[in-house]
């Protein structure tokens, strides 16, 4: 079991780790420089030229990790182990085609807004639609129709229903990553946080899967969850893959992962969270992400109904930059608000796990 996970983290770590500095080379060669906003922050304007959609390297590194792992170990892919891979290439893909718009084309707004909308919309709905499929013996498909927080709950919402929700969660979460990118480092770090979270919970819920009957600490307490080894299989990859692209991303950044990455990790934490029927907890474990896109909403909310912001500027994290902080300041403590984000959603998910024996 532990083997296939140590072997994607350490396969996802080296290939990002050894990967990267070449692509590096090669969109630095190629001129593909990142567009820095005049209304930014001033002191960003010395990162514009920054070699850009470095998320190729940790996109290609998971994918890679994930099979890798598969062949060392002698196991076949598993239906969400890949649903959740294609979530992420095909958002990745979406934002590969808005940086590549921005900077080869010279347009600053890269793809056009209904365009990138119906690039997400086309690359969820496949997911979602999917994911309903391919049970197996026991009846579990990759998604569930219920709404989750620990587990299932409640009364199913229908297929219909279940694809607006898994929408929304894609569109929101990659809008969150998208605007926590705004700093070197601190999207990558705080998603490391999060796939180490998802290892671990993958790793649980196998263990307390309810197909292992009478080896099960509580039969009462079990884990309805179609793939929980290889979702964690999944989380290893991506945890060593954004490792890796972490050591050249961090301040000073030799590379940005624009919104190849940003849009992709927003997808594939969604597929996770999805796929382990934790979709609300998502929210909590990846607290930085929803709380800065919260800041953004009360910028704009109060400004629109006041005339008056309530942070110096949004992204929250700007706030603090014009605030005078440092950004490798704010870059660590917000990796602690996520640390706390995360150790608190493990808490609650060990608690109501533990709460049903």
Same mark, same amino acid.
């Given at each position: 079991?532990?083997?296939?996970? +140590? *072997? ?8 990002? +780790? ?19 906003? %005049?209304?930014?922050?001033?002191? $960003? ?11 190729? =390297?940790? &996109?290609? =590194?998971?994918?890679? =990790?994930?099979?890798? @792992?598969?062949? &060392? ?13 294609? !979530? ?24 056009? /807004? ?14 979602? #639609? ?12 990759? /998604? ?5 927080? &620990? ?29 926590? %990118?705004? +700093? %070197?480092?601190? /999207? ?41 080894? %290889?979702? =964690? ?11 890796? *692209? ?22 594939? +934490? ?19 992400? #929803? !709380? ?18 309530? *942070? ?5 994290? $700007? $706030? *603090? ?15 602690? &608000?996520?640390?706390?984000? #995360?150790?608190?959603?493990?808490? !609650? ?5 533990? @709460?049903?024996?």
């Amino acid at each position: 079991m532990m083997k296939q996970i +140590l *072997f994607a983290g350490v396969i996802g770590l080296f290939l990002s +780790l050894v990967g990267t500095p070449l692509l590096i080379k090669l969109l630095a060669r190629k001129g593909y420089g990142q567009y820095i906003r %005049d209304d930014g922050p001033r002191g $960003h304007a010395s990162k514009r030229g920054t070699p850009t959609m470095g998320g190729i =390297a940790f &996109i290609l =590194a998971t994918v890679a =990790a994930y099979f890798g @792992a598969k062949i &060392i170990a002698g196991k076949p892919p598993t239906y969400s182990g890949l649903l959740v891979l294609g !979530l992420m290439v095909g958002m990745g893909l979406v934002g590969f085609l808005d940086d590549y718009i921005k900077i080869v084309k010279r347009r600053s707004l890269g793809l056009r /807004a209904k365009a990138k909308m119906a690039g997400q919309l086309i690359v969820g709905i496949g997911f979602a #639609v999917l994911a309903l499929q391919f049970a197996d013996n026991r009846g579990n498909t990759p /998604a569930s129709t219920k709404l989750s927080f &620990i587990t299932d709950f409640g009364w199913s919402i229908g297929p219909v229903l279940f694809v607006v929700w898994a929408l929304f969660m894609i569109l929101a979460m990659s809008n969150g990553v998208n605007l926590t %990118d705004g +700093l %070197d480092g601190l /999207a990558t770090g705080a998603s490391v946080l999060v796939f180490g979270a998802y290892t671990f919970i993958g790793v649980w819920q196998y263990q307390e899967s309810c197909a292992n009957g009478e080896t099960l600490t509580n039969p009462n307490a079990c884990f309805e969850v179609r793939d929980p080894l %290889d979702l =964690a299989v999944v989380s290893a990859a991506l945890m060593g893959a954004c490792l890796g *692209f972490l050591w050249w991303n961090t301040s000073p950044a030799k590379i940005f992962m624009g919104d190849t990455g940003s849009l992709a990790l927003g997808g594939v +934490l969604t597929g996770l969270a999805i796929c382990s029927r934790t979709e609300l907890l998502v929210a909590l474990m990846g607290g930085l992400f #929803v !709380l800065i896109t919260m800041s953004v909403v009360i910028q704009v909310g109060s400004f629109r109904l006041t005339g008056k912001r309530v *942070f110096r500027m949004a992204p929250l994290q $700007h $706030h *603090f930059e014009l605030k005078g902080w440092s950004e490798v300041l704010i870059v660590v403590r917000f990796w602690i &608000i996520q640390g706390i984000c #995360v150790i608190v959603g493990l808490g !609650l998910f060990y608690a109501g796990w533990a @709460a049903d024996k």
